[in-house]
């Protein structure tokens, strides 16, 4: 026999490149293999993006906890500014009974308030603080000589944020 002889190791391929046996078995493994690197890395980024999500429901669902009751809080405020109007027109020489009836007023104004601030409720410092228009609503402007200008003077009405949100801004008198 003259022709050439094919060794048992030696596959002839479509090409005409001979090539071992395990060959194609090699590169179906390395093709496998590559498939299931693929496949791990899809499911690491799966994971990181459902731990993502988790935190961010838990961010959310923290927040409207915290916030759900912004709206009932949001209506108090105006009853809050009614018990404000009623102690600041209480006239100086009063009786003892309008005293009385005062000091009732301002023990459940306090009442509501403690209440409210468990809640998160709390009043924005506005009286003698350099203007924030973040927190603070200029209604007008006034000239004083003691104050620095830009400086809160007077308090019309009262802000208030709930935790770190502002839920009514106050409305103030601003130096210049």
Same mark, same amino acid.
């Given at each position: ?31 496998? %293999? ?16 459902? %731990? ?5 429901? %838990? ?46 007023? %301002? ?70």
């Amino acid at each position: 026999m003259t022709a050439k002889k094919k060794t048992k190791t030696e596959v002839k391929t479509k090409a005409g490149e001979k090539q071992k046996p395990g060959a194609k078995l090699e590169e179906q493994i390395k093709a496998a %293999e590559e498939e299931a690197k693929n496949h791990y890395d899809k499911l690491l980024r799966v994971m990181a993006e459902f %731990e993502n999500f988790k935190k961010r429901m %838990e961010r959310e669902k923290s927040e409207h906890q915290q916030y759900s009751n912004e709206k009932v809080l949001g209506d108090m405020l105006p009853v809050l500014d009614d018990f404000d109007r009623v102690l600041e027109h209480i006239p100086k020489d009063h009786s003892s009974d309008v005293d009385n009836l005062a000091h009732g007023m %301002e023990l459940v104004q306090k009442n509501m308030l403690t209440a409210l601030a468990k809640h998160g409720l709390h009043e924005i410092e506005a009286l003698g603080a350099p203007f924030d228009p973040n927190v603070h609503e200029a209604v007008s402007t006034a000239a004083a000589e003691d104050v620095e200008s830009d400086t809160v003077i007077e308090v019309h009405r009262k802000g208030y944020m709930l935790g770190d949100r502002l839920l009514r801004a106050a409305m103030v008198t601003v130096s210049k």
